[in-house]
Nanobody, 112 residues
Framework: QVQLVESGGGLVQAGGSLRLSCASS????????IYWHRQAPGKQREWVAY???????LYAPFGRGRFTVSRDNAKSTVYLQMNSLKPEDTAVYYC??????WGQGTQVTVSS
């Protein structure tokens, strides 16, 4: 069974940066589109960004210019670089693929 494991979350001050990782145990990682989502307390889960097998990426409006998604197929890992973080970015961040489903998430907390 393919699993996704997120890491890299933590507590950071507003204006700071974090790099999240999503590691896959699957053998077909390089052929998957990988999605990042987040869920803030009391809110619905929302889409953040995705990256296709060819490396094309797309971002939600709140992430454009601040977030960058990349992938390392040799390591079966996708990264989400988040810069200029804001308190409203506080959430649990999840990665998702159609064959593995959701990871367990990693908590990001941005203090003001």
């Amino acid at each position: 069974q393919v699993q996704l494991v997120e890491s890299g979350g933590g507590l950071v001050q507003a204006g700071g940066s974090l790099r999240l990782s999503c590691a896959s145990s699957g053998s077909q990682f390089s052929s998957n589109t990988i999605y990042w989502h987040r869920q803030a307390p009391g809110k619905q889960r929302e889409w953040v960004a995705y990256i296709t097998p060819s490396g094309d990426s797309l971002y939600a409006p709140f992430g454009r210019g601040r977030f960058t998604v990349s992938r390392d197929n040799a390591k079966s890992t996708v990264y989400l670089q988040m810069n200029s973080l804001k308190p409203e970015d506080t959430a649990v961040y999840y990665c998702y693929t159609s064959n593995a489903g959701w990871g367990q998430g990693t908590q990001v907390t941005v203090s003001s």
